[in-house]
């Protein structure tokens, strides 16, 4: 495999008032001095808490939002501060299917309109070569030619995302960023909906960001795995590594919540480990920023900030304790 995207120390900080009437501004480190890679062809699974930052991350790296620091290297090019027409060329080749599939379409289109404006990004087309190409993506999705003409309230959630996911296909992306495309479906069809990307992956060798709470979910269709918590990546390694051997007592933690779940050499962990809410990101704890909610902290875990080291081949892990 040869590298698609490149993240080197990438952050997103917002500007926000903690008070009202003109209080000092302060900063919110929402991704902090990230870096890793996603391979051609591979699907990587970003998990964590909500507010951990996954999303901005997600939506940085397709420059729906504007990075701060870092660089974002797409396919050998740097695409961190371009604009205008080259930006535009980039999005053509990166996609984002949202997570709630209600908000996600304008009810006041009909699929064939919605759709159709992503294709127009492919350059003019008559409204035969136009109504071609949707009825062979709706096709693809599971869906007919004649759903072009409804609206999404005439839709189920489910047939809401895979129109998302036809909409973005529309214009033969390279990279799709799914920002939680199943957590607003009934538990029924998250599976459908994951096995859909699958297929659709194989057949147009798409290139995933997957984001997910469910870890089960993310290990189904992950080849890799990055772990995050408030704005820092804790762990990330191959699939099956990180599912079956975690490292960090955060990812440990997550796995513990998941029913059912006992992946080998995990700690014998108390089930009140994760006890707590995440820190807010206007106070991001000093040193390791687990170490307010974790039972192994140390007093070096509370004064210095562990950075990813290699555990092994394709396995790095940001713990003190680990070393």
């Not at 940085?60 to 930006?87: A, S, V």
């Not at 699929?111 to 035969?128: D, F």
Request: aromatic fraction near 8%; proline fraction near 5%.
């Amino acid at each position: 495999m040869s590298t698609l995207i490149e993240i080197k120390n990438l952050s997103k900080h917002f500007a926000v008032n903690r008070k009202l009437f003109g209080a000092k501004k302060e900063t919110v480190k929402a991704v902090d001095d990230i870096s890793f890679k996603i391979e051609k062809g591979e699907t990587f699974g970003l998990v964590g808490e909500s507010g951990c930052g996954k999303s901005t991350l997600g939506r940085t790296i397709i420059r729906m939002l504007e990075p701060t620091e870092g660089q974002i290297i797409y396919d050998g090019t740097d695409i961190t501060n371009i604009k205008g027409k080259e930006l535009k060329n980039i999005h053509k080749r990166m996609q984002i299917i949202f997570q709630d599939p209600y908000s996600a379409l304008d009810p006041h289109m009909t699929v064939k309109e919605i759709m159709s404006e992503n294709i127009s990004m492919l350059g003019k087309k008559t409204e035969e070569e136009q109504e071609e190409i949707i009825v062979s993506l709706l096709n693809k999705v599971g869906l007919t030619a004649s759903d072009m003409y409804k609206y999404p309230n005439e839709f189920s959630g489910g047939q809401r995302q895979r129109i998302g996911i036809a909409r973005a296909l529309a214009v033969n992306p390279e990279f799709i960023l799914c920002d939680e495309p199943i957590s607003a479906l009934d538990v029924s069809i998250q599976a459908q909906v994951v096995n859909l990307l699958s297929d659709l992956q194989n057949e147009f060798g798409l290139t995933y960001l997957f984001i997910a709470h469910d870890l089960n979910m993310v290990r189904h269709i992950s080849d890799k795995i990055g772990v995050m918590y408030l704005g820092k990546m804790v762990e990330i390694g191959d699939s099956d590594e990180v599912y079956f051997n975690p490292k960090h007592p955060y990812t440990k933690a997550l796995l513990e919540s998941v029913p059912g779940i006992e992946p080998e050499n995990i700690l014998d962990l108390d089930r009140d480990i994760i006890d707590g809410d995440i820190p807010s990101p206007l106070d991001i704890p000093r040193g390791c920023r687990f170490h307010t909610r974790c039972p192994y902290a140390t007093e070096r875990c509370k004064t210095e900030q562990p950075e990813l080291y290699d555990y092994k081949d394709n396995h790095k892990v940001a713990c003190f304790n680990c070393l």
